[in-house]
C-alpha cells in the first residue's frame, strides 16, 4: 500500500500563500488533496494525474493550484489569496476508484496524516 507524507501547512494571514507538499511512497496515477474542517465533512480541494491532467473544486478555482512531479512521486498544492475558511486540515489521498477529479463518483484512500493550515483575519 501506498505511504503519503504531507507537509508545508501552518498558520497565515488572510491573503497569505503557502504550498504544500504530498511525497507518495509509490507512484500512485492520481492523487488528491482534501480538507476537512471542525464539524465538516471532508471536501475534495483538486487531483492531479501522471499525465498532467489536473481538477480543481470551484470553491478554490482562480486561487489553488496542483501539481505532480512524477520523477519525484510529489503532489503540491500551491495555495495563493487564502482566506479564513480555507482553515482545515488537509489531506493527501490515492485514487482507489473512479475518475482522477474531485467528483463524487471518485474514491480515494490511503491517507496521509495531515497537515494544518489555519487562515487569520
Known amino acids: 500500500q501506498v505511504q503519503l507524507v504531507e507537509s508545508g501547512g501552518g498558520s497565515v494571514q488572510t491573503g497569505g500563500s503557502l504550498r504544500l507538499s504530498c511525497v507518495a511512497s509509490?507512484?500512485?496515477?492520481?492523487m488528491g488533496w482534501f480538507r476537512q474542517a471542525p464539524g465538516k465533512e471532508r471536501e475534495g480541494v483538486a487531483t492531479?494525474?501522471?499525465?498532467?491532467?489536473?481538477s480543481v473544486a470551484d470553491s478554490v478555482k482562480g486561487r489553488f493550484s496542483i501539481s505532480l512531479d512524477n520523477a519525484k512521486s510529489t503532489l503540491y498544492l500551491q495555495m495563493n489569496s487564502l482566506k479564513p475558511e480555507d482553515t482545515a486540515m488537509y489531506y493527501c489521498?490515492?485514487?482507489?476508484?473512479?475518475?482522477?477529479?474531485?467528483?463524487?463518483?471518485?474514491?480515494?484512500?490511503?491517507w496521509g496524516q495531515g497537515t494544518q493550515v489555519t487562515v487569520s483575519s
Open positions: 489521498g490515492v485514487l482507489v476508484s473512479g475518475p482522477c477529479s474531485v467528483g463524487p463518483r471518485s474514491r480515494f484512500g490511503s
Open positions: 509509490g507512484y500512485p496515477y492520481c
Open positions: 492531479g494525474d501522471r499525465s498532467g491532467i489536473t
